[in-house]
């Protein structure tokens, strides 16, 4: 059973845009929520987080959105880079469970130039 | 500080052989976390050391796979004997603990890319 999903396997941006991810979950216990990036021959690198006792959480060009009632959060990227091209996992945890991750299948963003 | 590492980087084998995959966390991490991916799909937890115990081992898909961490440092994971389902990326995570509190950032390895004949 996945618990966490993201429904777009891809996203296409142009360079300057703003690009946004979402990702949905069904386990209400889930209290701290991840996204992170990974290129091709790496592992996952950590991006942004929330907990779930806020509602959005800022880095630079990163924003996480959350919507608890919806169980839904988006990932915001503005401006959007070339960089940025790589796969995105949203990710969800119970912080009593020591942090065991509950991924979503990623995103591929390719930003145009 | 050196980042999580594992070997081999990509193995290839034959349904009914044994491979076994190799992970080194971040010095001084507690905590040890193998993950996999398969064709493209999410990726899925195996289990969680925290130093040498297995504190989670929910995720293991069946008995043909063992998880060892023998005196806290890096650990093993076995396949024996290998499927052919079992092709995926093998990821490794630490992380750290401080006191009582679990630091909630898992360092990714960069996979062992399985694939089995």
């Known amino acids: 059973d996945q618990q966490v999903k993201q429904n777009s396997p891809s996203l296409s941006v142009q360079e300057g845009r703003i690009s946004i991810l979402n990702c949905d979950y069904t386990n209400s216990m889930f209290d701290y929520f991840l996204w992170y990036k990974k290129y091709p021959a790496e592992g996952p690198t950590f991006l942004i987080s929330?907990?779930?006792?806020?509602d959005k959480n800022e880095d630079g060009r990163f924003t996480v959105f959350l919507n608890k009632s919806a169980k839904h959060l988006s990932l915001h990227i503005v401006p959007s880079q070339p960089g940025d091209s790589a796969v995105y996992f949203c990710?969800?945890?119970?912080?009593?469970?020591?942090?065991?991750?509950?991924f979503g299948a990623g995103t591929t963003v390719t930003v145009r130039a | 500080e050196a980042g999580v590492t594992q070997f081999p980087s990509h193995s290839v084998i034959e349904k009914g052989q044994t491979v076994t995959l190799r992970c080194d966390p971040i010095s001084g991490h507690d905590n040890l976390y193998w993950y996999r991916r398969v064709m493209g799909k999410e990726i899925k937890f195996l289990l969680h050391?925290?130093?040498?115990?297995?504190?989670?081992e929910s995720g293991m898909p069946n008995n043909r796979f063992l998880a060892e961490r023998t005196g806290g440092t890096y650990s093993t994971l076995k396949v024996q004997p290998a499927e052919l389902e079992d092709s995926g990326v093998y990821f490794c995570a630490s992380s750290q603990r401080i006191g009582l509190v679990f630091h909630n950032e898992q360092f990714f390895g960069p996979g062992t890319r399985l694939t089995v004949l």
């Open positions: 050391f925290v130093k040498e115990s297995k504190q989670d």
């Open positions: 990710a969800a945890t119970e912080r009593s469970n020591d942090y065991k991750l509950s």
């Open positions: 929330i907990s779930s006792i806020k």
